[in-house]
Structures are given as structure tokens and as C-alpha cells.
């Protein structure tokens, strides 16, 4: 699921540690942050988050549901949900809110 944010004062870092997400990597590449929130006591599930930040102050979130672990050696495929309803549609509204308060 995308997100996109307009003219957020503050930054995705900040407004996304407050809803308790932790900051994996930054893509050396793209420039893209990377975001986990486990669900759970476990490691999976949890939510992941790519954070592209664009010249023009837009912010752009994808979000989807990490369900496991990759599941073979070499590889950073996992079964993983991106559809609009349930935990992905909720975890959407919480952002939302989130990020509304930082216009």
C-alpha cells in the first residue's frame, strides 16, 4: 500500500520512532529508508515501511505485512501482505493520523 504526504514539518524518522517503528537501512541507491514494526513478540509478523523523501518535500510510504522469514538461503523474498483491508488497512489509518498532525 502507498501513502504520499504533503508538506509534513517534520521528519519520517521522527514522526515514524513515535509510532514505535525501527530504522533498518537506508538504500545506498535510491536513497530509500527502510522500517520494521514486529506485531508480536516474535521477529514476524511486522510491518515494513519504504520512506522515498522527493526534492518537492512530497513523502511517499509503501507499507505492506511481513509474514515470515525468507524462506530459502540467498534470497529476500518473503511471504508478505500489500493488500487494502485488515492489519495493512488499520496500520494506514494509524499513519494517517500520525502524519496529519505534523502539516
Do not use: C
Not at 508538506?7 to 521522527?14: A, C, E, R, V, Y
Not at 518537492?56 to 501482505?81: C, F, M, P, V, W
Amino acid at each position: 500500500m502507498e501513502l504520499t504526504f504533503e508538506q509534513i514539518k517534520d521528519s519520517p524518522l521522527n514522526i515514524l520512532r513515535r509510532l514505535g517503528y525501527i530504522f533498518l537501512r537506508r538504500d545506498g541507491q535510491t536513497g530509500q529508508m527502510s522500517f520494521i514494526r514486529r506485531v508480536g513478540g516474535g521477529d514476524y509478523p511486522r510491518f515494513h515501511i519504504y520512506v522515498q523523501q522527493e526534492p518537492n518535500g512530497r513523502i511517499i510510504l509503501t507499507l505492506h505485512l511481513d509474514q515470515k522469514k525468507a524462506s530459502y538461503q540467498g534470497s529476500a523474498a518473503h511471504s508478505g501482505e500489500y493488500e487494502e483491508e485488515g492489519w495493512i488497512a488499520r496500520e494506514a489509518e494509524e499513519l494517517k493520523r500520525e502524519f496529519a498532525k505534523y502539516k
